[in-house]
């Protein structure tokens, strides 16, 4: 599995971005996808998850504020991320939840003024 991140940089705080993965090496369209996050000295965890159907779950530290969907005709993921907060800094990655060992180079997400 290949997975490539990207979308990432510098934004103030309330400002957005978003995020695009995409994926190859696997039958994108039946597996269920993830964002992560990893800030400086933190475990990464999870922000959200869109199953194959196109059903969503969300950190609640992100809820109200993330949106991931996904393009299966482009086998990628997208993650849009309004009223970004300083806390929010992070490198974030996306992954399969099917191949949880496989992850991509993350896209680096700095909040700040």
């Known amino acids: 599995v290949q997975l490539q991140a990207s979308g990432g940089g510098l934004v103030q705080p309330g400002g957005s971005l978003r995020l695009s993965c995409a994926a190859s090496g696997i039958i994108f369209s039946i597996h269920a996808m993830n964002w992560y996050r990893q800030a400086p000295g933190k475990q990464r965890e999870l922000v959200a998850t869109?199953?194959?159907?196109?059903?969503?779950n969300y950190a609640d530290s992100v809820k109200g504020r993330f949106t991931i969907s996904r393009d299966n005709a482009r086998d990628t993921v997208y993650l849009q991320m309004n009223s970004l907060k300083p806390e929010d800094t992070a490198v974030y990655y996306c992954?399969?939840?099917?191949?949880?060992?496989?992850w991509g180079q993350g896209t680096l997400v700095t909040v700040s003024s």
């Open positions: 869109i199953t194959h159907g196109g059903s969503t």
């Open positions: 992954n399969a939840r099917s191949y949880p060992a496989d």
